[in-house]
């Protein structure tokens, strides 16, 4: 083992777990609470909120095909032809055809769609001007004539059998939504471990769509993290089963969301997404439970945390202090608690007293099983909240 991989060994089994993680916590429950009255102004001075992000679904066309795979495609010339190979050779039991909608792409992937249409009457081409990866997918279910629905990053590939395998449980009934596994695929194409091994991810790839989840819904524009549209509002409203198999293969490659949202201000859009989605709720006909309180609890840990280490320690407690006072704003979670075991009871805790710094040492406890952000940097975090160096 290495030093680095020891010492995260300490951490998470020593020092966050038993009598010293009491001891801390001890400590933390001694600070006052953290109320910042102008947390949103604070926020929007860093990273204003997105505006017109919801988009008022217009009618399908009329479902005369299975399934629709719908890729967005923006800049990826050098990969998008194997893309879209790999959906166009899946074999399924039905038919299929595949959007491909080119979103003011500046580099040759047009051509490389459009040669690839010639050959194959399956896959459609549609051009806008650019707006962005939720505006496409917009675009692409706006013209969808599938039964079932699916989302393809167009640096990304499925392996043979995927669509197979979502189709086969989506036709046994008694759900609208179907997820899978996947996996890690470098840069170059080459396919690594299982992304995780129970499917948390929120993100649309790996599943598959009734189209009549998208009867009311459609991607917010024009922010990051679209898809907390998952847990705050197909989640609440669909039912959704699970396959083993791991067919996606998600690429990661620098320039992606995922890798600049460390240092990226635009990141804030964690948080502006879920208060605008969760601010959808009503419209939607949604009363929240039990399994949707726990749903947003997740999304304001470690996930939150990770996704804005831009931040420094005033400008995230700004951000806790707005997730609390969104909480508290769930008048039908008012009197829910969670379900979910080890640390959590404690993040609970601090969103609904201000506690800040609980808030920080248990985002630090729970990464071991979230898995959103490094050990070391949540440790720097909970260590800077408690002014220590």
């Not at 051009?127 to 393809?152: T, Y």
Request: charged share 25%; hydrophobic share 40%.
């Amino acid at each position: 083992m290495s030093v680095k991989g020891a010492v995260k060994g300490v951490i998470q089994g020593v020092v966050l777990s038993g009598p010293v993680y009491t001891r801390l916590r001890a400590a933390t429950l001694r600070r006052p609470a953290t109320v910042v009255s102008d947390a949103r102004t604070q926020l929007e001075a860093v990273s204003p909120r997105p505006q017109g992000v919801r988009v008022e679904p217009t009618p399908l066309p009329a479902a005369t095909l299975d399934v629709s795979v719908v890729v967005p495609v923006y800049n990826v010339e050098k990969y998008v032809e194997a893309c879209l190979e790999s959906v166009l050779s899946q074999e399924i039991d039905g038919t299929l055809e595949v959007i491909a909608v080119i979103d003011g792409s500046r580099d040759g992937s047009e051509g490389v769609v459009r040669s690839l249409a010639e050959k194959d009457a399956r896959l459609r081409v549609v051009v806008q001007e650019n707006a962005g990866l939720s505006a496409a997918r917009n675009a692409g279910i706006a013209l969808a004539r599938g039964r079932w629905i699916a989302f393809v990053d167009s640096d990304d590939l499925l392996a043979p059998g995927h669509l197979a395998a979502l189709l086969a449980r989506a036709r046994e009934g008694g759900c609208d939504v179907v997820g899978s596994l996947w996996r890690r695929m470098s840069e170059d194409g080459v396919v690594g471990e299982l992304g995780e091994p129970v499917r948390t991810h929120m993100a649309p790839w790996g599943r598959l769509y009734r189209r009549e989840v998208w009867d009311r819904l459609r991607f917010p524009v024009g922010c990051w993290y679209e898809d907390l549209i998952t847990p705050c509002c197909i989640q609440p409203l669909f039912h959704e089963e699970f396959v083993d198999d791991a067919g996606y293969l998600y690429r990661s490659r620098p320039g992606s969301i995922v890798e600049e949202s460390s240092s990226n201000p635009k990141a804030l859009d964690s948080y502006w997404s879920l208060e605008e989605m969760l601010g959808w709720r009503r419209d939607l006909g949604i009363v929240y439970g039990q399994s949707d309180y726990d749903r947003i609890l997740r999304l304001m840990g470690p996930l939150l945390m990770g996704r804005t280490t831009f931040l420094g320690d005033a400008g995230r407690r700004a951000l806790f202090s707005a997730c609390c006072d969104l909480l508290a704003s769930l008048d039908e979670l008012g009197g829910a608690r969670t379900t979910l075991g080890g640390a959590w009871p404690d993040a609970e805790r601090a969103l609904r007293e201000r506690r800040y710094e609980l808030w920080c040492l248990a985002c630090a406890a729970l990464v071991r099983e979230e898995g959103s952000i490094k050990l070391a940097t949540a440790w720097h975090i909970y260590r800077q909240a408690m002014g220590q160096r």
